[in-house]
């Protein structure tokens, strides 16, 4: 009912690309990796020779804007629990967020060397009904597995999935080229905190611990690592360059909404 038209086909694949982005003023990208990926060869594949076939393709049209979907996990040096934002030393401490990380310098170099107009987009954790999180937070804690990894004190990031969408949305129309942004609220929340405030809304008991060797097993290494940085991540340049303000300003507003809407829906 929108005028949209279904291309299916595979983004490593430079005729699909050159096919998707015929006759478009502007692209997201967001066909990349979700956090744990269970196959790290067809992950890397994709995050890399899919960002490349869909740059090739871009040369040949004109774009008011390119958006991409990085991640904020993982991305930055910083001190224990410091806050930071987009100026930060930028050091990716996994082999997944290295690919990322160089995903988003293939996507700058195109800025720089051909004139893209490229924005990168850096969410955190994502909440909502879909992503990794109904697998690793919804799903777990409606059957009885969830467990805060360690001692839950670090501290997490979080947007709700309206607001990433948002977010999205006034990067493609602003078109600020050149430029990164975090995507994320107003507020971090330490693990424990968010973990226990997802029980009581599921009506669940207060989750136990595991340790983080034994959750590596499970989620994946990079997962684990990532998600345990423990940094507070700032929103003001998104908010001032952006336009953009999440709705939901902290975990508080949103994640009730997103588990009545899970539970109705399980």
């Given at each position: ?15 699909v690309?050159r ?7 502007a ?6 990796p ?5 196959n ?6 994709v ?20 958006v ?6 993982g ?5 224990l629990?410091a806050?930071?934002d987009?100026?930060?030393p ?14 988003d310098e293939?996507v ?5 060397e051909w004139?893209l ?9 994502a ?10 937070f919804?799903?777990?804690m409606?059957r ?6 360690g ?7 979080v ?7 948002a ?8 078109a ?12 971090p ?10 029980a ?14 034994l ?5 994946g290494?990079?997962v684990i690592e990532a998600?345990?940085d423990?940094?507070?991540?700032r ?9 953009w ?5 902290t ?13 109705e829906?399980?």
């Amino acid at each position: 009912t929108l005028g949209a038209i279904s291309i299916l086909g595979d983004v490593r694949d430079p005729e699909v690309m050159r096919q998707a982005v015929a006759k478009v003023d502007a692209i997201a990208h967001l066909a990349l990796p979700r956090a744990g990926e269970g196959n790290p060869r067809v992950a890397r594949e994709v995050s890399m020779r899919g960002t490349e076939a869909l740059l090739e393709a871009c040369r040949d049209v004109s774009l008011h804007s390119f958006v991409l979907a990085s991640g904020a996990l993982g991305m930055y040096r910083h001190a224990l629990d410091a806050w930071i934002d987009e100026s930060a030393p930028e050091e990716p401490s996994t082999p997944s967020t290295r690919d990322r990380h160089r995903a988003d310098e293939m996507v700058r170099a195109a800025h720089r060397e051909w004139g893209l107009r490229a924005t990168i987009l850096r969410p955190p954790i994502a909440y909502g009904l879909g992503g990794a999180f109904k697998p690793f937070f919804l799903d777990f804690m409606r059957r009885g597995l969830y467990r805060v990894v360690g001692d839950g004190s670090y501290f997490l990031n979080v947007v709700h999935v309206e607001d990433c969408a948002a977010a999205y949305r006034s990067a493609l129309e602003r078109a600020p080229a050149g430029e990164t942004f975090l995507i994320v609220d107003d507020e971090p929340v330490t693990m424990r905190t968010f973990s226990d405030e997802l029980a009581r809304l599921m009506g669940r008991r207060r989750p136990g611990r595991v340790p983080p060797l034994l959750a590596k097993f499970d989620a994946g290494r990079d997962v684990i690592e990532a998600m345990m940085d423990s940094v507070r991540l700032r929103n003001a340049r998104t908010k001032e360059r952006l336009g953009w303000s999440p709705r939901y300003a902290t975990y508080r507003e949103g994640l009730p909404g997103v588990v009545q809407a899970f539970m109705e829906s399980s």
